[in-house]
């Protein structure tokens, strides 16, 4: 009996040993649960925060199932809601932010809320899920209020107006409206963004002296984004010392007027999506305005285009998207580096005296390659003085030999272009054919240091041959690379030549 007794004991002894082994095996591979909360939440924060993603992370353990709990990101966005009905999303709303203010959790980071409101319920509860938040979490930096996709229902839907408690959260440094009324007491209270940074509106019905009142009130602003906001003619900031950065885009109602007075200012962008022509400027003291992007009819005739131009003497960095035609198109500057043209205005009607330009991207208003003349990696860094000029040229499907020989005009006009970069993609043979009349033509090629030439076709072999003899024609390159992708794989392959 001692001997089963003491066999016993020995094997309970055994089991527990291999117990704690296991529980210490398991804790050096969850050491990822053992860091400091703050540092968990950041790990979170880059998912995309929806709901289907922190529930599949709550179910791993206890501790993970508070840490989504207490998750200090809340964003809602009914897109991410497509195989659940509505009355679920805002049963998900109402939850969720009630679960989150009754924790008594230090503060909320992020509120985001985007969806549609089709009848007065769903009003009610995004009214009462931001009243609770914003009354137990002051401390929120980032809000994102996004009800601009209103539609037709059977229920007269007033429009959400935002309530009055939101002008006391101080700490706040991005705010971003959409599709709301500002709060009934805004020009009555004072406003305490101390500490905001950004601010976005959109369809958001504001007035000349609420941009005013909004710059005065905030003191740290650094980007101001007005976006399709109906009632405003005038923009008007002054002795601003943090704006760095204005976007404004308007539609029905155009803006007549900018008077801007903020010395670090270096960033403007105008959205003229109706055409109807830029506003007067007032920029004197924007010294270091050196980017700016502008989208409409700024020049009914040349000395109109002068004028627009003049509001810029230190622009580095100039993207114009001109809706209407141009018969003539003279640009000065001595302190541009980089130009971005989208306009049906043709190549030889283009004069630029522009000693510094480094970059110029151009492309027909037609074109389908639009895409990729708007993407982020035109601006050129101030430091890019070693780069050789270069010029990108985007031309749309219908090129001739008459386009090849507008090009060539313009490439004499002494711009000074070392490297030159064709994007085409062609639809039919017979251009192909039409090409073959340039060799009539006789004219010095223009030298260039490498010409790449990128040829979307179904066609590829007759596309090969008929455009690289025309850019021969056209230029005398010392290398030339040839990339061909086809539109159905969208595969590339790259053919580099050196010209002797």
Not at 37 to 62: D, G, K, Q, Y
Not at 198 to 209: A, G, M
Not at 385 to 393: D, I, N, P, S
Not at 423 to 436: D, G, H, N, P, T
Request: proline share 4%; hydrophobic share 40%; charged share 20%.
């Amino acid at each position: 009996m001692c001997l089963d007794r003491s066999s016993s004991a020995d094997h309970q002894s055994s089991g527990n040993s291999t117990k704690t082994l296991a529980t210490e095996i398991a804790g050096e591979m969850d050491r990822i649960s053992h860091l400091p909360e703050s540092i968990l939440h950041h790990i979170l924060s880059f998912l995309n925060n929806t709901p289907a993603e922190l529930v599949r992370m709550s179910v791993l353990s206890n501790t993970w199932f508070r840490l989504t709990a207490s998750f200090a990101v809340l964003n809602f966005n009914i897109a991410n809601f497509t195989h659940v009905s509505r009355q679920s999303f805002f049963k998900y709303l109402d939850y969720a932010t009630s679960r989150f203010c009754f924790q008594n959790l230090p503060t909320a980071h992020t509120f985001k809320l985007v969806t549609t409101v089709l009848e007065p319920a769903e009003l009610d509860v995004v009214n009462r899920c931001l009243e609770l938040l914003l009354q137990n979490h002051m401390m929120i930096r980032e809000l994102e209020i996004d009800l601009s996709y209103f539609t037709n229902s059977s229920f007269d839907v007033p429009k959400y107006r935002l309530p009055n408690i939101l002008l006391s959260v101080s700490t706040l440094t991005s705010l971003t409206i959409c599709g709301c009324d500002l709060p009934s007491s805004f020009m009555l209270d004072a406003v305490r963004f101390r500490s905001l940074i950004q601010l976005r509106l959109e369809k958001v019905l504001i007035y000349d002296e609420v941009i005013t009142y909004l710059a005065t009130s905030c003191p740290l602003l650094q980007v101001i984004q007005i976006r399709c906001c109906p009632g405003f003619i005038r923009f008007c900031v002054h002795g601003h010392q943090n704006l760095q950065q204005v976007k404004i885009q308007y539609t029905t109602t155009p803006v007549e007027r900018l008077d801007i007075e903020a010395p670090n200012l270096s960033s403007l962008w105008i959205v003229d999506a109706y055409g109807r022509g830029a506003p007067l400027m007032n920029l004197v003291s924007c010294k270091k305005l050196t980017q700016v992007v502008y989208i409409g009819n700024p020049l009914p005739n040349s000395n109109a285009f002068r004028d627009f131009l003049s509001n810029f003497p230190f622009v580095e960095t100039l993207g114009l998207f001109i809706h209407n035609e141009c018969n003539n198109l003279m640009l000065s500057s001595h302190s541009l580096r980089t130009l971005v043209l989208c306009s049906n205005c043709a190549l030889e009607e283009i004069e630029l005296n522009t000693p510094k330009l480094v970059s110029f991207r151009y492309a027909c208003s037609s074109s389908r390659l639009f895409p990729m003349v708007m993407d982020n990696h035109w601006t050129l860094s101030r430091d890019s003085t070693h780069l050789k000029a270069r010029m990108h040229c985007y031309p749309g499907a219908y090129i001739d030999t008459l386009w090849f020989q507008k090009l060539r005009y313009f490439l004499s006009k002494k711009n000074g272009f070392k490297v030159f970069n064709l994007y085409i993609y062609a639809r039919y043979s017979q251009k192909f054919k039409e090409l073959e009349r340039l060799k009539a033509i006789e004219l010095p090629p223009y030298e260039l240091e490498h010409v790449e030439l990128q040829l979307e076709s179904h066609e590829e072999s007759l596309a090969h041959i008929a455009f690289v003899e025309a850019i021969l024609w056209c230029c005398r390159p010392r290398s030339l690379a040839l990339r061909s992708s086809s539109p159905l794989t969208y595969s590339e392959d790259v053919v580099k030549v050196r010209v002797i």
